[in-house]
């Protein structure tokens, strides 16, 4: 299957201070990712649906001046939280659609964030 | 709108029993129909998928999956549990292949094997 990678994988940062995360499809093109935020024993809640070369697209409720998305290239999608607070502190996790004609995700390892 | 309910928060199993985790779904088109599996602070692996076909779909690790639509159900099956099944279920729903791609998942049932 396809290959997504995400890094880091574990951040810790102070209140204040913007970071940044990367997601990676390894073994083929991906133009759409989806960025995902978990909270410990809760279900995945898309936050947006980073476009390759266009603006990304939020979910609602979801800050777009808080969690900056840019999807550079066919490879590479990334999410900041900018101005992070203690409530930023997740997990958060990038997918992508894999192959061509596939319809499952592929998921990234996740990156945990807390803010201190 | 889509929608994905998993009624039960955890599933007990004794090893070596059946196990079934439940997953009920709703959409205005044909489903496509995902269960994924979460290790502790990991990501998700994909087991399977039902898109069309057969009703019955295997997927990764032993694991199959029934899609009813009568009952807009599709549960997830084992025959024989391991304890190494223990882990973070999600079903995971696309109203067809016109939401590009994106998925909305169920609140997650925690499945725990015993010895």
């Known amino acids: 299957g396809a290959v997504v990678s995400q890094h880091p994988s574990w951040v810790i940062c102070k209140s204040g201070t913007s970071v940044k995360i990367e997601c990676r499809s390894l073994?083929?093109?991906?133009?759409?990712m989806f960025w995902y935020r978990q909270f410990p024993k809760q279900s995945l809640m898309l936050m947006a649906t980073s476009n390759e070369g266009s603006k990304a697209t939020y979910e609602q409720g979801v800050e777009k001046d808080k969690f900056l998305i840019n999807h550079a290239s066919l490879t590479l999608s990334t999410l900041t939280v900018t101005s992070a607070h203690p409530e930023d502190s997740s997990f958060y996790i990038c997918?992508?659609?894999?192959?061509?004609?596939?319809?499952?995700?592929?998921f990234g390892e996740g990156s945990r964030l807390t803010v201190l | 709108a889509q929608s994905v309910a998993q009624p039960e928060d955890q599933v007990n199993v004794a090893e070596g029993n059946p196990l079934t985790v439940k997953c009920t779904y709703s959409v205005s088109g044909n489903p496509y129909l995902f269960w994924y599996v979460q290790y502790p602070n990991r990501g998700l692996q994909f087991l399977l998928k039902?898109?069309?076909?057969?009703?019955l779909v295997k997927g990764s690790y032993g694991f199959e999956a029934e899609f009813n639509k009568s009952q807009t159900s599709f549960h997830l099956k084992k025959p024989s549990a391991l304890v190494s099944d223990s882990a973070l279920y999600f079903c995971?729903?696309?109203?067809?292949?016109?939401?590009?791609?994106?998925?909305?998942f169920g609140q997650g049932t925690e499945l725990s094997v015993k010895p």
């Open positions: 073994d083929f093109q991906a133009t759409t």
């Open positions: 995971a729903v696309r109203d067809g292949p016109n939401q590009g791609g994106k998925l909305i």
């Open positions: 997918s992508a659609p894999g192959l061509a004609g596939a319809v499952e995700l592929f």
């Open positions: 039902y898109i069309t076909g057969d009703n």
